[in-house]
């Protein structure tokens, strides 16, 4: 399909580099283990989701982001571009590309650290130029500033751009940009810390005061509440997961891409995630050569 004539998803957030530790099992408090294999990629939640977007071949996937003028930061632009997405880049004077530590255990969990570095200073006018192309989606995350974030959720819906919100990390601090978002996306521990209900007892409503809400439950697949209610229940297909680092924004990326392609939401769950499903029965190593 030529480059014009697809839908475009705009990502506006996080780029990091994830320094990999693959381990038997995970460190106790106190406890000291040796890895079994180490590696460095890309990662960061909005370039996570560009990636996943632009994988499928179907949308004009961008990001919007910010780096450190560093080997990193060159690296990581070379790569996105490489992998078919589009760079919209700020370029921080002051502060390294962000990276974060991830520990993978024999099951395929995982633990991590992230330090923002230059995410930090993303500014809101690189994100607000980029809604000027008329996107057919804008998705955001909670790796970026409240201020960036409430600017430019306010200016999509000034635009009529539609909007989808990944609530992750969970930041009590950016709680009133929910009502700003059209669709809302936690997981199981963010959806419980906004709402109070645990929702893996899968709760028939959910009383976010939000009208679009999904709640990933990793293997236990993803439930969708409209109003409150839910709606949708899909179960997610039995794999044996290698590992479920990024799995969380591989889904979030597949699911815009379709909703950016005019899918309904129920129609684009399904699609998000048998293909979350398939991410997580490999271990993904997106590797940066120079940083190996």
């Avoid at 990662?43 to 990193?72: F, Y």
């Avoid at 930061?73 to 004077?93: F, K, P």
């Avoid at 923002?116 to 200073?121: E, Q, R, S």
């Avoid at 991410?279 to 190593?285: G, I, S, T, W």
Wanted: glycine fraction near 8%; include cysteine.
């Amino acid at each position: 399909m030529p480059e014009t004539a697809r839908p475009q998803v705009t990502f506006v957030g996080s780029v990091h580099l994830d320094r990999m530790l693959r381990l038997a099992a995970l460190p106790t408090p106190g406890e000291t283990v040796i890895a079994q294999e180490g590696w460095s990629q890309l990662g960061g939640k909005a370039a996570n989701q560009a990636l996943a977007a632009a994988g499928t071949g179907l949308v004009r996937s961008v990001l919007v982001a910010c780096l450190g003028r560093d080997n990193d930061g060159h690296q990581a632009q070379r790569h996105l571009e490489a992998q078919g997405v589009v760079t919209e880049l700020d370029w921080s004077e002051r502060l390294p590309t962000g990276s974060s530590v991830a520990l993978l255990d024999a099951a395929g969990e995982n633990v991590g650290v992230v330090s923002p570095g230059a995410n930090a200073d993303l500014s809101a006018e690189s994100a607000l130029r980029a809604l000027r192309a008329s996107p057919d989606l804008l998705v955001c995350q909670w790796e970026t500033s409240a201020e960036v974030l409430r600017e430019v959720l306010t200016a999509a819906r000034a635009a009529w751009v539609p909007s989808l919100l990944n609530a992750a990390p969970w930041l009590d601090t950016h709680r009133d940009l929910l009502a700003l978002a059209d669709h809302v996306v936690v997981n199981a521990v963010e959806a419980q810390a906004w709402t109070g209900t645990d929702p893996q007892t899968r709760p028939t409503r959910l009383d976010s005061g939000h009208p679009s809400v999904v709640v990933t439950l990793g293997a236990g697949g993803v439930l969708l509440y409209e109003d409150g209610d839910l709606t949708c229940d899909l179960a997610a297909p039995r794999v044996q997961a290698r590992s479920t680092h990024g799995a969380g924004d591989h889904f979030v990326g597949v699911l815009g891409t379709h909703l950016a392609c005019g899918m309904t939401l129920p129609g684009a769950l399904e699609r998000a995630v048998v293909s979350a499903a398939v991410f997580v029965e490999r271990l993904h190593k997106n590797l940066l050569p120079a940083l190996v």
